[in-house]
Structure formats: C-alpha cells, structure tokens
C-alpha cells in the first residue's frame, strides 16, 4: 500500500511538472510580448531572427532546446538560455507547491501568484520594468485569498468599525500599505539624497501586492530578505562600476564602509565581557564613519550622474517565494 501511494506521487509529481514546464514556456512568451508590446494570446511564436513560425516539435519546453542545441533549425539564430531556465524553474516550483499545499484552493492561489511573480522577474530583470498587468492583480487577488482565509491561517476574527473581519485580512491590509509606504518613503528619500528615484513604481505597487497576500508580520520579513539578496548582488556591482568610473573617493568610502561595520562586531565583543565604555565608543566611531562614508557615496553618485542602480523586483520575489514556503519559520520570529 505504501509503494503504490509512492507511485502514485512520483506520477501526480510528474504530471504536475509536465503542467508547469508547459506554463513555464507559455509564460516566456508573455513576458517577452509584454516588452514588445504586442497582444500575447494571438498569434504563433516565432523566431525573432527569420520570422518563421515555429512547429510545434520545435516548441517542446527544454526538450526542444537540447535538440536543437539552442539554436532556430531554420537560421541558426542562438535561442536565449531563459527559455529552458524559466520552464524548468517553473515545472520544479510546481511541484514544491503542490507537494507541500496539496490539490487545494490555496495551491491554486499560490501558483497564480508565481505565474504573475515569474513574468514580474522577467520583465523587471531584462528592461527593469514591472507590467501594472502583472502587479496590480494581485493586489486584489491577495486580499480576496485572506478576507476568504483561504490560506487558512485565521486564529480569530477583528471587530473595525463595527464590522468584523478575520484578522489575516487586516494584517493583509496594513502588509499592502506598509509595502507600498515603505518604498514610496525610500524612493523619496533617495530623490533628496542622491538625486534619483531610489526605486520604481513597481516596485512600491509589487510590495503592497506581497503585503496584501502575507500580512504585515510576513512583509516585515520580506523587506529583510529582500534588502540582504539586493546587498549580496548589488554591493559587488556597485562596486566594479566605482572601480570602473576610477572613483576612487567612493572606492574608499566604501572600504571605510566595512571597516565600520567590523568595528560594530568589536563593539558587541566588549559589551559582552563588560565594558560598557569601551564598547559604547567603539559604537559611536563606527557610526561616524558609517554615516561618513554612506555621505560621501551618495555625494560621488550624484557627482557622476551613475544611473547603476539594479531591479529590485527579482529580490523581492525570491523574498516572497520564500516566505511562502516557510511561513511557519519566518512567523516563529515573533512573540504573538
Ligand atoms: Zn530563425
């Protein structure tokens, strides 16, 4: 009985995989008619090089791709390595979701809002542009999926102005705003400091999305997440592009950057074997140079007119995928 249930999921694992590889393909094509800017349920794929159609033996997700060693059969032209990555990404998170939610409402909720996550990614990654299409949607869509508590992650109902919801639905209200005050605030504060808007429209409209499906605890975690993935990237290119303007000024302010911060860890060090003195000093010298430093990068980008700066959407995606799939986790950081 065990082996047949076994075999049993191998084959629903497949079935599920072949779905979203498929999707997966489908959804390569949405995003890049959506930069063209042409209508994507009309019309046959075709190679953007020789304009011919492609047959559907040519279209197989991945499969086709190793045939025909990523290249158009009829000119040759190299097909880009994003079609099979995106299919395969697609099939395999699939799976993850329908094993760990099961055939439920909610799987199905989830895998509309990866559909529209992936597609986000796409676009935000190749021309740093989110699609409203993509964005907005799920703003509703989220706050639906938690006023139904369809999630079913409800402890209780709130009583707001006579009316009572589940508390999900409110903490999906203030995620919403919380996600889109958080980076119209930051943006705004980058206009004054730098000199350009810190992010984009679409990243403030897909944070109010993600607050609207996780709630305002999860969305916390999100902003964390997505800020720490955006560091990891970014700092290394940031500062190949300093190397490359030979600025060195930023260069070392940045160097000073670090050094502060392993000074904060010095600082923690002495306040555990009980010197506050010390340790308060410590502190307070590596937030002058901190701050110092933070000064003088902002100076030198606004100096040199560096437009560098990276999509956020792809951090906060991989932030939402993964407060989606270990909600229990993140949620166990807080007291209540
Ligand atoms: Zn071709």
């Not at 590889?21 to 390569?28: E, Q, R, T, V």
């Not at 395999?92 to 055939?103: E, H, K, L, R, Y």
């Amino acid at each position: 009985m065990e082996i047949l249930t076994l075999v049993q999921k191998i084959y629903l694992g497949f079935i599920v995989g072949f779905i979203g590889l498929a999707i997966g393909s489908f959804l390569n094509v949405v995003a890049l008619r959506l930069l063209a800017g042409k209508d994507f349920v009309k019309g046959r794929s075709k190679c953007p090089k020789c304009e011919n159609l492609i047959a559907w033996y040519d279209n197989i997700p991945v499969l086709s791709y190793i045939l025909l060693r990523g290249k158009c059969r009829k000119c040759g032209e190299k097909i880009s390595l994003q079609y099979p990555i995106v299919e395969l990404f697609t099939g395999a998170i699939f799976i993850a979701t329908v094993s760990m939610f099961g055939f439920t409402l909610k799987t199905l909720f989830f895998l509309v809002l990866i559909c529209n996550l992936i597609v986000i990614t796409i676009t935000d990654l190749k021309e740093k542009y989110i699609f409203d299409i993509n964005s907005i949607p799920l703003i509703p869509i989220g706050l639906a999926y938690n006023f139904f508590d369809i999630g079913n992650n409800s402890v209780g109902t709130l009583k707001v102005l006579g009316i009572t919801f589940n508390d999900v639905f409110i903490s999906a209200i203030i995620g919403a705003v919380l996600g889109v005050a958080f980076f119209e605030i930051l943006s705004r504060i980058g206009l004054l400091l730098a000199g350009e808007y810190a992010f984009g429209a679409g990243d403030s409209i897909l944070g109010a999305a993600l607050g609207a499906w996780f709630g305002w605890k999860l969305m916390i975690i999100i902003l964390i997440i997505s800020f720490l993935s955006q560091l990891v990237v970014g700092i290394p290119i940031i500062v190949y592009n300093m190397y490359k303007a030979k600025d060195h000024e930023s260069l070392w302010a940045m160097v000073t950057l670090f050094f502060a911060l392993g000074l904060t860890f010095l600082g923690r060090y002495f306040t555990y074997t009980g010197r506050p003195f010390i340790a308060l000093s410590i502190i307070f010298l590596s937030l002058a140079l901190a701050g110092g430093s933070i000064f003088v990068i902002l100076k030198r980008t606004r100096e040199r007119q560096s437009h560098t700066f990276l999509p956020f959407g792809p951090s906060l995606v991989i932030a939402g995928l993964l407060v989606m799939f270990f909600s229990e986790y993140f949620l166990s950081y807080f007291p209540y």
